[in-house]
């Protein structure tokens, strides 16, 4: 039996996790969302469901991970051996395929939007002309192939390295150049003329607009950007050392994951009212927006590189954590070598990568199911697990690493009370309530 790989150090799994979490998520959907939501109103209504329902469901794929040390699959087993629960794991596992398919095509986007903007040709004069470059790419099916298996193959190349030297390594520098470099482009924006109405659309609070469908949003924006629901900080915690602190690793995730959607906002909306451009989302946002943006733009071919730096950078570290989850499966599985579970992974996520690439509708159906029905049902079993599968005495334990960390009784009990009871109710609730069309 092979030892189990494990992160080297507290700080490098916490930047493994928050690599895994600031993602396109952040960068794309998160500004629009909350300035089309209500803004600060929004902001408040997203803050109460992490804290309720993201946060207990992140500590609670923490435990299995962590007590189990193993893969999605078989962490469920391992707890409660022949039982159906291990098909939770398989969902997960499932979910990171289908979520990586696509996630891999918009990863090879940026990596040729970072390569123009480095030649110099992203930031156009002419309105209209980035429209029109954004179609040339996404038209062409070789150019769409040629980014993705770049993307995919470096992608790849980082989690054949391994635990310590590919995932902690890389997303320790990813991470610390993309702190730096979104905080250089948010002042560069805000001292922008005319910047300030770029925040007003994100932070003025519009408690008119917060309805029922608000809380969906949040939650949905919660699971992607937080990477829940699919075993993903589960397999990543299957890494950590049994003395870190679990609630000060989770937490801290939270917040860097919460508090860089915010920078972002500050970076890229006032920039986009400043010019007198209507926002939008995704990747009409990232591609097409934004373009015109740096086109108009002083300096806007510099800050173009540094902003497609940062997106590329934000898209692979999210990218590596969805591979590992399946290649840790693969490894434990079937008793493979690293580089062989990479290779077969690889070669599945090439071939459904194509028929995003190609198709569409298949893009969309796969970014649709993943987030509004797989990550969900996911988190809500993850929860419902945790709360009334595992023993009240091996959840504290984990918690406080067999009492190494002083945790309060109380916050012991509201947690648990939270995973048993909050979360895979107010799950249920939202996600019933949207298939029901509410
Ligand atoms: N959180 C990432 C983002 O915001 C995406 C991501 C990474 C993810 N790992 C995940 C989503 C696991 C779901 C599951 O873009």
């Given at each position: 039996?092979?030892?189990?790989?494990?992160?080297?150090?507290?700080?490098?799994m916490l930047l493994a996790l928050v690599g895994s979490a600031i993602g396109l998520g952040n960068l794309w959907r998160f500004p629009?969302v909350v300035?089309?939501?209500?803004?600060?109103?929004f902001i408040?209504?997203y803050l109460i469901v992490v804290a309720?329902i993201c946060l207990p469901v992140m500590v609670?794929e923490f435990?299995?991970?962590?007590?189990?040390?193993?893969?999605?699959?078989?962490?469920?087993?391992?707890?409660?051996?022949?039982?159906?629960?291990?098909?939770?794991?398989?969902?997960?596992?499932?979910?990171?395929?289908?979520?990586?398919?696509?996630?891999?095509?918009?990863?090879?986007?940026?990596?040729?939007?970072?390569?123009?903007?480095?030649?110099?040709?992203?930031?156009?004069?002419?309105?209209?002309?980035?429209?029109?470059?954004?179609?040339?790419?996404?038209?062409?099916?070789?150019?769409?192939?040629?980014?993705?298996?770049?993307?995919?193959?470096?992608?790849?190349?980082?989690?054949?390295?391994?635990?310590?030297?590919?995932?902690?390594?890389?997303c320790?520098?990813l991470i610390t150049?993309l702190a730096?470099?979104i905080v250089?482009?948010?002042?560069?924006?805000?001292?922008?003329?005319?910047?300030?109405?770029?925040?007003?659309?994100?932070?003025?609070?519009?408690?008119?607009?917060?309805?029922?469908?608000?809380?969906?949003?949040a939650m949905g924006q919660g699971f992607f950007s937080l990477s829940l629901g699919?075993?993903c900080v589960?397999?990543y915690?299957?890494?950590?050392?049994?003395?870190?602190?679990?609630l000060k690793t989770t937490s801290l995730t939270v917040t860097s994951d919460v508090l860089f959607a915010l920078i972002a906002g500050a970076a890229?909306?006032?920039?986009?009212?400043?010019?007198?451009?209507?926002?939008?989302?995704?990747?009409?946002?990232?591609?097409?927006?934004?373009?015109?943006?740096?086109?108009?733009?002083?300096?806007?071919?510099?800050?173009?590189?540094?902003?497609?730096?940062v997106?590329?950078a934000a898209a692979?570290s999210s990218?590596i954590s969805i591979?590992?989850?399946?290649?840790?499966?693969?490894?434990?599985?079937?008793?493979?070598?690293?580089?062989?579970?990479?290779?077969?992974?690889?070669?599945?996520?090439?071939?459904?990568?194509?028929?995003?690439?190609?198709?569409?509708?298949?893009?969309?159906?796969?970014?649709?199911?993943?987030a509004?029905?797989?990550m969900?049902?996911?988190g809500?079993?993850?929860?419902?697990?945790?709360?009334?599968?595992?023993?009240?005495?091996?959840?504290?334990?984990?918690?406080?690493?067999?009492?190494?960390?002083?945790?309060?009784?109380?916050?012991?009990?509201?947690?648990?009370?939270?995973?048993?009871?909050?979360?895979?109710?107010?799950?249920?609730?939202?996600?019933?309530?949207?298939?029901?069309?509410?």
């Open positions: 039996m092979r030892e189990r790989a494990k992160f080297k150090s507290s700080l490098g629009y300035g089309n939501n209500g803004g600060a109103a408040i209504v309720l609670a435990v299995i991970g962590r007590r189990a040390r193993s893969n999605a699959y078989s962490a469920y087993d391992k707890f409660a051996p022949k039982s159906k629960w291990k098909y939770v794991g398989l969902l997960g596992v499932l979910t990171a395929i289908i979520i990586d398919s696509f996630y891999c095509v918009v990863g090879g986007w940026t990596v040729s939007y970072l390569f123009h903007s480095i030649c110099l040709d992203v930031a156009p004069e002419t309105p209209g002309q980035s429209a029109a470059m954004f179609s040339a790419l996404t038209g062409s099916t070789s150019q769409n192939l040629i980014y993705m298996l770049i993307f995919l193959g470096l992608t790849c190349g980082v989690v054949m390295l391994g635990v310590q030297k590919g995932i902690e390594r890389s320790k520098y150049i730096v470099l250089v482009i948010m002042i560069n924006s805000l001292t922008l003329p005319g910047s300030s109405e770029g925040l007003r659309f994100l932070f003025k609070p519009d408690f008119s607009k917060v309805t029922f469908k608000t809380i969906l949003y699919c075993c589960l397999t915690a299957s890494y950590a050392p049994h003395k870190d602190n679990l890229i909306l006032p920039a986009v009212f400043a010019f007198g451009i209507s926002p939008t989302e995704g990747a009409g946002l990232a591609f097409i927006t934004l373009p015109e943006v740096f086109g108009q733009m002083a300096m806007g071919k510099v800050i173009a590189i540094l902003f497609y730096f997106l590329f692979i990218a591979l590992e989850i399946i290649v840790a499966f693969v490894m434990e599985i079937f008793s493979f070598k690293r580089v062989k579970a990479v290779a077969i992974s690889s070669i599945l996520l090439v071939a459904l990568g194509v028929c995003c690439a190609i198709w569409g509708t298949v893009f969309d159906l796969f970014d649709k199911i993943s509004n029905i797989l969900t049902t996911g809500f079993l993850i929860a419902v697990f945790v709360g009334w599968k595992i023993t009240r005495k091996d959840f504290e334990d984990e918690i406080t690493s067999s009492g190494m960390h002083k945790v309060p009784r109380w916050l012991l009990v509201t947690l648990r009370f939270l995973i048993r009871y909050v979360a895979p109710i107010g799950v249920a609730a939202v996600m019933i309530s949207s298939l029901a069309g509410l």
